[in-house]
Nanobody, 121 residues
Framework: QVQMVESGGGLVQAGGSLRLSCTAS?????LGWFRQVPGKDREFVAA????????DYADSVKDRFTISRHAINSSISLQMNSLKPEDTAVYYC?????????????????WGQGTQVTVSS
């Protein structure tokens, strides 16, 4: 059964940190994080490949967020530091089975339910 489980998120003050985690019940080529606020399109945040740990980040989070993969349970985490109110969104974990060097545009087939991140000013 295909299953993706997200954890983490919550409420934090600006400048604070949060950590998101995601576990997939199947083998994946890459896992990524996306975020969405009401009335706007979902946007790419970060992604990482399993085999080579190739990473990519949105410009808006580069140098503040770090995505990592963990071999023990085939999971990933997103460490979010120096959070800003504009980072407030529902964050989704997504998986792709496609072998691609462009982690921003590859099709992500499987999605988690989302977890809310709220950054207060």
């Amino acid at each position: 059964q295909v299953q993706m489980v997200e954890s983490g998120g919550g409420l934090v003050q600006a400048g604070g940190s949060l950590r998101l985690s995601c576990t997939a019940s199947f083998g994946w080529y890459a896992l990524g994080w996306f975020r969405q606020v009401p009335g706007k399109d979902r946007e790419f945040v970060a992604a990482i490949t399993w085999r080579t740990a190739m990473r990519d980040y949105a410009d808006s989070v580069k140098d503040r967020f770090t995505i990592s993969r963990h071999a023990i349970n085939s999971s990933i985490s997103l460490q979010m530091n120096s959070l800003k109110p504009e980072d407030t969104a529902v964050y989704y974990c997504a998986a792709t089975l496609e072998n691609s060097r462009n982690l921003k545009t590859v099709t992500y087939k499987y999605w988690g339910q989302g977890t809310q991140v709220t950054v207060s000013s």
